[in-house]
């Protein structure tokens, strides 16, 4: 099993623009969490979907932050528009009828 | 008062000691408990999880967990440099999915 693959590994962008960030869970999976990781706050759940359905989107720090799920191999985690202080790692986790998760490589982030 | 707790540390040991590692919880309802290790620009790797009192033995790793206290911990004999990561506590709440992380614990193992 290829684990948890997430893209792109690392993303530089300016502010204002917009980043996606992709990920693909393990197969057969059919949790997903989105999480973001900073030196100050540590890792944080912002998303996560049971059967392709949001559950719980209460760590989604603001609007300008959106993820979907359209299918059970694929998920999104959208930043329109982005800030400097959105620069973090973020990570996708996922698993299956199980609470424990398997987490991906992470998508470092940096918005200058 | 955070939902799970750790001593951010840094915690150093030396080369062949027990590194202890503690976690306190403030949902009484949790019923899943889980280690994770991270290694420095990597991602956090499942190592231990527990889910009934008392202590879970795996290798070198033993998990321990008093409910009663709201108190989990994990225990590393004959550490090894290579044991040297951030290691997460994390709880899963009392219903759903979610899991919730301490902020980690820096161990250092000194050869």
């Known amino acids: 099993d290829a684990g948890v693959i997430q893209s792109p590994r690392h993303e530089v962008t300016e502010m204002g623009q917009e980043v996606t960030l992709r990920c693909k869970p393990i197969?057969?999976?059919?949790?997903l969490f989105w999480y973001r990781q900073t030196m100050m706050r540590g890792l944080e759940l912002l998303i996560y979907f049971n059967n392709n359905v949001p559950i719980d989107d209460s760590g989604m720090p603001e609007d300008r932050f959106s993820a979907k799920m359209p299918n059970a191999s694929f998920s999104t985690l959208k930043i329109q528009p982005s800030e400097p202080r959105d620069s973090a790692v973020y990570f996708c986790?996922?698993?299956?009828?199980?609470?424990?998760?398997?987490f991906g490589q992470g998508t470092r982030l940096t918005v200058v | 008062q955070k939902e799970v707790e750790q001593n951010s540390g840094p915690l150093s040991v030396p080369e062949g000691a027990i590194a202890s590692l503690n976690c306190t919880y403030s949902d009484r309802g949790s019923q899943s408990f889980f280690w994770y290790r991270q290694y420095s620009g990597k991602s956090p790797e499942l190592i231990m999880f527990?889910?009934?009192?008392g202590d879970k033995e795996d290798g070198r790793f033993t998990a321990q967990l008093n409910k009663a206290s709201q108190y989990v911990s994990l225990l590393i004999r004959d550490s090894q440099p290579s044991d040297s990561a951030t290691y997460l506590c994390?709880?899963?709440?009392?219903?759903?999915?979610?899991?919730?992380f301490g902020e980690g614990t820096q161990l250092t193992v000194n050869p």
């Open positions: 197969s057969g999976h059919n949790s």
């Open positions: 527990i889910y009934s009192n």
């Open positions: 994390a709880v899963r709440e009392t219903s759903g999915s979610r899991l919730t």
């Open positions: 986790a996922s698993s299956r009828d199980r609470p424990e998760a398997f």
